[in-house]
T-cell receptor
Framework: DAGVTQSPTHLIKTRGQHVTLRCSPISGHKSVSWYQQVLGQGPQFIFQYYEKEERGRGNFPDRFSARQFPNYSSELNVNALLLGDSALYLC?????????????FGPGTRLTVL | EDKVVQSPLSLVVHEGDTVTLNCSYEVTNFRSLLWYKQEKKAPTFLFMLTSSGIEKKSGRLSSILDKKELFSILNITATQTGDSAVYLCAVDLGGSQGNLIFGKGTKLSVKP
């Protein structure tokens, strides 16, 4: 079975631009979470979606938004990019995002903002 | 504020050594504690711990949780160069959200 997949693998943008990152969960998983990992830090929670509904949101500005599609894939959108948005963006999927439900991570998208 | 603190932040050992990585936490709600290994990009799942005092083992890796003292340790015996990675500790806060709070990680380098 394929694991969590993310696209693109790398992305270079300039300040003020918009970016869309994509994630496909493991087959059968209905929950997707997004994390931002800045160099030298642990991942920081951005969003969780389950059955196309937002279940949780971390401490990120409104420039960050996400959605989940009927096939459970997900997009993360970031508007008005800032230099500080440069990071590895990780997507994790789980069966339902509930108790004892392990999250499995994709390879990430490396975003560089110039 | 919920926080997870890992120590040491980095560690250099030689093949065959045994290492212990530490993770302490202060959170409002606790559902489970997880350990991940991150080599290049994707963190790969190692262990999920929910109960105190029950050791989980996988080959040369083992981990245990102390919910009274709010910490966990990850042990790696007979280290190999392939164990070189960043080891991340995360706490699942539970509730309706499935988010994890991560520590900064411990960077382990195993020299031949």
């Amino acid at each position: 079975d394929a694991g969590v997949t993310q696209s693109p693998t790398h992305l270079i943008k300039t300040r003020g631009q918009h970016v869309t990152l994509r994630c496909s969960p493991i087959s059968g998983h209905k929950s997707v979470s997004w994390y931002q990992q800045v160099l030298g830090q642990g991942p920081q929670f951005i969003f969780q979606y389950y059955e196309k509904e937002e279940r949780g949101r971390g401490n990120f500005p409104d420039r960050f938004s996400a959605r989940q599609f009927p096939n459970y894939s997900s997009e993360l959108n970031v508007n008005a990019l800032l230099l500080g948005d440069s990071a590895l963006y990780l997507c994790a999927s789980s069966l339902a995002g509930t108790f004892a439900d392990t999250q499995y991570f994709g390879p990430g998208t490396r975003l560089t903002v110039l | 504020e919920d926080k997870v603190v890992q120590s040491p932040l980095s560690l250099v050992v030689h093949e065959g050594d045994t290492v212990t990585l530490n993770c302490s936490y202060e959170v409002t709600n606790f559902r489970s504690l997880l350990w991940y290994k991150q080599e290049k990009k994707a963190p790969t799942f190692l262990f999920m711990l929910t109960s105190s005092g029950i050791e989980k083992k996988s080959g040369r890796l083992s981990s245990i949780l102390d919910k009274k003292e709010l910490f966990s340790i990850l042990n790696i015996t007979a280290t190999q160069t392939g164990d070189s990675a960043v080891y991340l500790c995360a706490v699942d806060l539970g509730g309706s959200q499935g988010n994890l709070i991560f520590g900064k990680g411990t960077k382990l380098s195993v020299k031949p």
